[in-house]
């Protein structure tokens, strides 16, 4: 038999599936997990000052239905102040670095 239910917005990954039938609980763990984030297109000069703390929009899919824990990257730095604006958005001041063709 089975039972079926609807999964609300969220974000993670090898999440448990907890289902409670008359008081008794029954876990199937790392059942579950929600698609990765994708960065589809970065809306910013191509170049900055290796001073960094210059604004870029990153937009994609999957970045969460609310204001999760958000960390970006540009190359192996996290991105200074990262702000969630959407499921499909996030703002992040570019770090001080150097380096040049360094992925999002």
């Known amino acids: ?10 974000v993670g990954n090898m999440l448990d599936a907890i ?21 589809l ?7 900055a000052p290796t001073t ?3 604004s870029l929009t990153m937009a994609g899919a999957n970045f969460g239905s609310q204001d999760f824990t958000t960390q970006f990257r540009v ?9 969630w604006t959407s499921d499909s958005s996030v703002r992040c001041k570019v770090p001080v670095g150097t380096g040049g063709y360094l992925a999002a």
């Open 41 to 47: 297109t970065i809306k910013s000069s191509h170049n």
């Open 19 to 39: 289902a409670v039938i008359g008081g008794q609980a029954g876990t199937l763990s790392a059942a579950f997990t929600y698609d990765a984030p994708t960065i």
């Open 52 to 54: 960094g703390f210059v």
């Open 75 to 83: 190359g192996y730095t996290e991105c200074a102040g990262a702000i």
């Open 1 to 10: 038999n089975k039972v079926s239910c609807t999964v609300q917005p969220g």
